[in-house]
């Protein structure tokens, strides 16, 4: 073609630039750009779309200055692209120096100006924006529909994403496969599994069921409700894999304590010729330390350079701290720490607290809040930790220091509580929580449980309690905990033989994980508890933990 008279055709250089980005070859569109000895709006407008499409984000906006010093002045097609580039990098304050410009072009009435704006609000974080500007659509489409409910999904508002899918429905417009995938991330945070079962069977109508990205999301969603079984039934189905979808598998196991079914898998992804990438090996590293597989986790780690060329990010270091520690190798996640060849963030010496309090190593655990509070001074999970590795030396002294100081700095403690979803309702407990309608019957049933597991051997394990009173109000604070209140609620409020699902937003106490594990037996029902750490599935009498979290 090069020594045809077509090469001449600024068209076809742009519809070059074009294809060469599409199929990831960057460097030869940027030389096709170079030799351009006349460069249009619509050469620009590809060259600014390619570098985003490949993840050269900054060099998109340079390129777009660029363009303005040229002279040309930029069309919907360039308006849309540089937007799409402000949601990527979430830079909202420079998509709201787009937006007044496009205001001053008078391009703001444009649909497709008015949905990626609606779009890039979302991405960025700021959905007042983002659904401020959906209300301005006069004429809104599925497009417009699906950005302002994945704009409410992406920051953290299920219950909004949920109720415009259903406007939209209302509407008569047809949902297209992102906007089921948005509905399903919506689902994911809110953890409702029979809103997720709902949608799946609405998926399986249209033509989207065996869309790879659906598929993807529906692996996710019923990984994150707590149905490690219904994800493995979708990821088995699907007609095709990205590398997305074993990820989203790798990643479920993980979080279900599926150590050696996470393993199994990376292995025949790599079998199956696609490769991992970073998020890939998170997912590896976390099945690793969720099982204790310690001489495995270090293998996959040195492999990530090794074996697969990628560079170690901040993430790898940090499961690796979490393996090391939670199996007790405090000095060797300690050594870790030290030889890494970046500096360790919060999380890793956060992770390394947890450890220290969980195997009673005060001296480490405390240089280990002192680094954390250098990096995060108003973080309270560092002075819950260090409190209580105090609490359990029995330091009282240090304890109330640390209390006051928490008190000084204004920093609060984050009040454990859990949930449970019945019948589409989420019902929350706090320990000892008298605010539920049905309160009475689930005390009474709380105090029959008790019993109950009491007469199974149950003694209560008063060390969890770190508070300085007598045993026995130590034994009232456990009975009452937020987990055993939405148990018994659940089991007063379910048909008999229902699976619990249960989901907590601090780690589950050892107390707790005990009696779990004798109501299930007594109960005969599989209670599924998701903590911050992991998901336990409670079944006659045992946690597919095996006592390791």
């Known amino acids: 073609m ?76 360039t308006l849309t692209s540089i937007l799409d580039v402000c949601a990527s990098t979430e830079k909202l304050e420079l998509g709201q120096t787009f937006h007044a410009y496009i205001i001053k072009t008078g391009y703001e009435l444009d649909i497709s100006i008015q949905n990626v704006l609606v779009f890039m609000y979302g991405e960025c974080g700021s959905i007042e924006d983002a659904q401020s500007m959906f209300d301005k659509i006069a004429e809104r489409d599925v497009i417009s529909w699906t950005a302002v409910t994945a704009g409410h999904a992406h920051n953290g508002d299920g219950k909004g994403a949920l109720k415009l899918f259903r406007e939209m429905q209302q509407t008569g417009l047809k949902p297209n496969q992102f906007t089921f995938t948005s509905v399903l991330s919506a689902i994911s945070h809110l953890t409702t599994l029979d809103q997720g079962k709902e949608l799946h069977a609405h998926i399986i ?70 490769k991992p990438n970073h998020i890939t090996f998170v997912g590896v590293l976390s099945a690793c330390s969720h099982v204790g597989l310690v001489d495995e986790g270090c293998f996959y780690f040195d492999s990530i350079k090794r074996d697969h060329n990628i560079l170690p990010i901040m993430e790898h270091y940090a499961c690796m701290v979490d393996l090391l520690g939670r199996a007790g190798c405090l000095d060797e996640a300690m050594h870790f720490i030290n030889t890494m060849t970046c500096e360790p963030n919060a999380c890793m010496w956060r992770s390394l607290l947890a450890a220290c309090r969980i195997h009673g190593n005060e001296k480490l655990g405390i240089h280990a809040a002192e680094r ?53 309702k989420v019902h929350s407990f706090f320990s000892r929580d008298r605010l539920h309608p049905q309160m009475e019957m689930i005390y009474a049933k709380l105090d029959e449980l008790s019993e109950q597991i009491k007469d199974a051997g149950y003694v209560p394990d008063t060390n969890c309690v770190l508070h300085d009173v007598d045993e026995e109000q130590k034994e009232h604070f456990l009975r009452y905990h937020s987990e055993r209140l939405a148990i018994a609620f659940g089991l007063i409020s379910l048909p008999f033989g229902t699976p619990l699902r249960i989901f907590k937003n601090l780690r589950v106490c050892e107390d707790c994980h005990v009696a779990t594990k004798l109501i299930s037996n007594i109960v005969g029902v599989e209670i599924i508890l998701r903590d911050t750490v992991r998901f336990h599935h409670f079944k006659d009498g045992v946690c597919s933990c095996g006592d390791y979290w």
Request: glycine share 6%; hydrophobic share 40%; charged share 20%.
């Open 2 to 77: 090069m020594k045809s008279n077509f090469w001449s055709a600024t068209s076809v250089r742009n519809a070059l630039i074009t294809v060469y980005s599409n199929c990831g070859k960057m460097e030869d569109a940027c030389q096709v750009f170079q030799k351009m000895d006349e460069r249009n709006l619509v050469t620009w407008t590809a060259m600014i779309a390619a570098h985003a499409q490949n993840g050269f984000f900054d060099q998109s906006f340079k390129l777009f200055f660029q363009m303005q010093q040229t002279g040309l002045k930029p069309n919907i097609l």
């Open 205 to 274: 109508k249209t033509e989207f069921e065996s869309d790879v990205s659906i598929g993807n999301a529906l692996i996710t969603m019923y990984a994150k409700c707590g149905s490690i079984n219904y994800a493995c039934k979708v990821f088995y189905r699907m007609p095709q894999y990205d590398t997305v979808s074993w990820n989203a598998m790798i990643g479920g196991y993980a979080q279900h304590g599926c150590g050696k079914e996470a393993l199994k898998l990376f292995e025949q992804m790599q079998m199956a010729g696609t």
């Open 372 to 424: 954390l509070l250098q990096l995060e001074p108003e973080d309270d999970a560092a002075y819950v930790l260090l409190s209580n590795i105090y609490a359990a030396a029995g330091r009282w002294d240090d304890v109330a220091r640390v209390r006051n100081h928490m008190k000084e700095l204004r920093v609060e403690k984050e009040p454990g509580f859990s949930w449970i979803t019945v019948r589409n």
